[in-house]
């Protein structure tokens, strides 16, 4: 029986990955910490570990789980920015993820983020719960004619940009590697980065994080991009500059900023810090400004995902134990 180490484990991680087929050929040892260098020392004994997005296997975490006696790394996400790869390959070390789990889940929530922020559904929800029944300051726009650009078409992009479509926007995509049938189909247009930050009224990240793509959005960018303009970030949080925002925003040349993803989400999300102060000054600035709504890096929060996420990462770890794993799953 293999012997995996759980790091940052939720309620919610734990119920979906015992319930997947063939957990129960697995010895689970589940914890609520993440795994970083100074955690890694609660891997030894253990044949793999299973992690998030914000436990940070760095070159130091994983020499020590090298020594620890760790083979394998079970991501239970599709981004890998938190992993240094090669240093896992040089030790010795597999690393698999969960490639695709429901693009649907995050394009949903991306929309929702949109709709609710434009049509200040948040505010008209605490307004009427206190019996104030007045108008003033929730006027939106309307979806339909606005131009909505997609950065980045994989998986979520696409999902993303099909609903878009179904709203009646039209849409201006970007992507090295464009799928130009699907959007001849879809009657979306790819255009080059500097005509969708100049053209679209809402832009919309589905990109991953990269050296390159770090701060893709920034002062420089955000000067090209129109007055007024709704920023929609549900991928990564270091692809923005977070005070270059903030700035856009208090200038009035950005209108609105909905975002599931900071760039110093790390500690902060997926955790309760109501009795205490915010340590984090750019996120309480962020969180106080009225046209701004976060969540905590929940667009892939939905049952079908949490049930695709355990049945792949059990999967995973059943294959690459037999020496062998699905192709696109193993990064290395
Ligand atoms: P994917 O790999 O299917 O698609 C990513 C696309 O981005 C590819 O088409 C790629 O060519 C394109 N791309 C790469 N560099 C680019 C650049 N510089 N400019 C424009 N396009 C670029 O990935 P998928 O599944 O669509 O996920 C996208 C991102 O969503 C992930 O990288 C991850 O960071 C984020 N994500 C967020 C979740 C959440 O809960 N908030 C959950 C799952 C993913």
Redesign the pocket.
Known sequence: MIKIAFYDTKTYDREAVLAAPGAGDIEWTFHDFRLTTETAATAVGMDAVCVFVNDRLDRPCLEKLAEAGVKRVALR???FNQVDLQAAKNLGISVTRV??YS?HA?AE?TVALLMTLNRKIHRAYNRVREHNFSLAGLVGFDLHGKTVGI???????RCAAEIFRGFGCHVLA????PVTDWASQQGIVYAP?DDLFSQADIISL?????P??HH?IDATTIARMKTGAYLIN???GKLVDTPAVIEALKSGHLGGVAL??YEEEEGIFFEDHSGHALRDDTLALLLSLPNVLITS?????TQEALGEIARVTVANLGLVNQGSALPDTLLT
């Open positions: 996400c599709a981004g490639p695709a693009p995050v929530h950065i980045g078409t994989g998986k979520i992009g970007h992507d090295p590697f980065l589905h990109l991953p994080l990269t390159e793509s893709l549900t991928s990564r599931d993803v890096h929940q667009a892939f929060l």
